[in-house]
């Protein structure tokens, strides 16, 4: 399984971005995708997930200002993120989970100017 994102690149302080993800076949067979991201010198943390049985989740970092969205004829997953921070500046990297397994993409930075 083959996932790949991208849309990433230099955005200034307030602007907005648009993630993709792209999964090899079918995407409604994976039971949920995420976005994570990880900025230099940190850990790798979730910023958006959807689910066919839990629908979205959002931590408060991204809560009102990302939105994750799913086009199953198109195979693909959308991270909109609006009102951007310089702190959202990460690796922005696509995850498709399918029972206990994951499968991740290379990443796609984000660098958000002030």
């Known amino acids: 399984i083959h996932v790949e994102e991208s849309g990433g690149g230099l955005v200034e302080a307030g602007g907005s971005r648009r993630l993709s993800c792209a999964a090899s076949?079918?995407?409604?067979?994976?039971?949920?995708m995420g976005w994570h991201r990880q900025a230099p010198g940190k850990q790798r943390e979730l910023v958006a997930r959807?689910?066919?049985?839990?629908?979205?989740y959002y931590p408060d970092s991204a809560k009102g200002r990302f939105t994750i969205s799913r086009d199953n004829t198109k195979n693909a997953v959308y991270l909109q993120m609006n009102s951007l921070k310089p702190e959202d500046t990460a690796v922005y990297y696509c995850?498709?989970?399918?029972?206990?397994?994951?499968?991740w993409g290379q990443g796609t930075q984000v660098n958000v100017t002030s």
């Open positions: 959807i689910s066919s049985s839990t629908g979205t």
């Open positions: 076949g079918s995407i409604s067979r994976f039971n949920a």
């Open positions: 995850a498709a989970e399918q029972g206990w397994h994951e499968f």
